[in-house]
C-alpha cells in the first residue's frame, strides 16, 4: 500500500513536443505530491509539489495534474528542450503524520527523459 | 538560504574496509535528515532518518548505520563495506517553518567498492 508507480521508465520527446509522466499511488493517506528533477551525478532537485486540494498546478512549462479519484498524478513538460533531460522521480508523503512516518517520502522507480534536438 | 553539503563527492574502497560519509546543512535548525541510497542511477532507497540528535530510525536491515551527533550533522557508516554497498548515496533534509514536508536533497556520495 506504499507503493507509487511510474510509466514510462524512459521516454523520447522532440524538442518542442509535450512530455507526460505518469504516475499511480495506492495509500489514500498520501497529501503531498512532489516531482524531482535528477541530471546525471546530481543529487534530485524538488521541481514542483501538489496538494490533492487542487487538480492541476502550473509553474512555467511544467504542470502537474492530479485524479484523486483515480489515486493517479502526472507531469507534463510542455515545449520539452534538450535541457530538460534528465531522469524524473514523481514522490508521495503524509505532510502530517506523528512518531516514525513523520516526511516520509515514497519514490516512484524513476523515468529516464531524452529530449532531441 | 539553506545548503546542504556531502563529502566526499567521490569514493573507492575495498570490500571490508570501513566506511565514514558526511552531510551537513546550513542555514535552518532542527531538520530533518535523511540517507538514501541510489543504485544504478534509479530509485531511491530511504535508509535512515532523524528527527533529532541521537534520534536515528533504520528503514532497512543492512551492513550501515547512521549517527547525529550534531543539529545539523548526519553521518552515515560501516564497520566492513560489502560489494553491494556500492552505490550513490543521498543525503536530505526537510523541516524549517510552513513548508517542513519539502525534502532537499545533497549533491551525493558516489562510492564504489572494489
Known amino acids: 500500500q506504499q507503493q507509487v508507480k511510474q510509466s514510462p521508465q524512459s521516454l523520447i520527446v522532440q524538442k518542442g513536443g509535450i512530455s507526460i509522466i505518469n504516475c499511480a499511488y495506492e495509500n489514500t493517506a498520501f497529501d503531498y505530491f512532489p516531482w524531482y528533477q535528477q541530471f546525471p551525478g546530481k543529487g534530485p532537485a524538488l521541481l514542483i509539489a501538489?496538494?490533492?486540494?487542487?487538480s492541476e498546478k502550473k509553474e512555467g512549462r511544467f504542470t502537474i495534474s492530479f485524479n484523486k479519484s483515480a489515486k493517479q498524478f502526472s507531469l507534463h513538460i510542455m515545449d520539452s528542450q534538450p535541457g530538460d533531460s534528465a531522469t524524473y522521480f514523481c514522490a508521495a508523503s503524509k505532510r502530517y503524520a506523528g512518531g516514525t512516518s513523520y516526511g516520509k517520502l515514497t519514490f516512484g522507480q524513476g523515468t529516464i527523459l531524452t529530449v532531441h534536438p | 538560504s539553506q545548503t546542504i553539503h556531502q563529502w566526499p563527492a567521490t569514493l573507492v574502497q575495498p570490500v571490508g574496509s570501513p566506511l565514514s560519509l558526511e552531510c551537513t546543512v546550513e542555514g535552518t535548525s532542527n531538520p530533518n535528515l535523511y540517507w538514501y541510497r541510489q543504485a544504478a542511477g534509479r530509485g531511491l532507497q530511504l535508509l535512515f532518518y532523524?528527527?533529532?540528535?541521537?534520534?536515528i530510525s533504520s528503514e532497512v536491515p543492512q551492513n550501515l548505520s547512521a549517527s547525529r551527533p550534531q543539529d545539523r550533522q548526519f553521518i552515515l557508516s560501516s564497520k566492513k563495506l560489502l560489494l553491494s554497498d556500492s552505490g550513490f548515496y543521498l543525503c536530505a533534509w526537510s523541516g524549517g517553518t510552513s513548508r517542513f514536508f519539502e525534502q532537499y536533497f545533497g549533491p551525493g556520495t558516489r562510492l564504489t567498492v572494489t
Open positions: 501538489i496538494r490533492p486540494d487542487v
Open positions: 532523524s528527527v533529532g540528535i541521537g534520534q
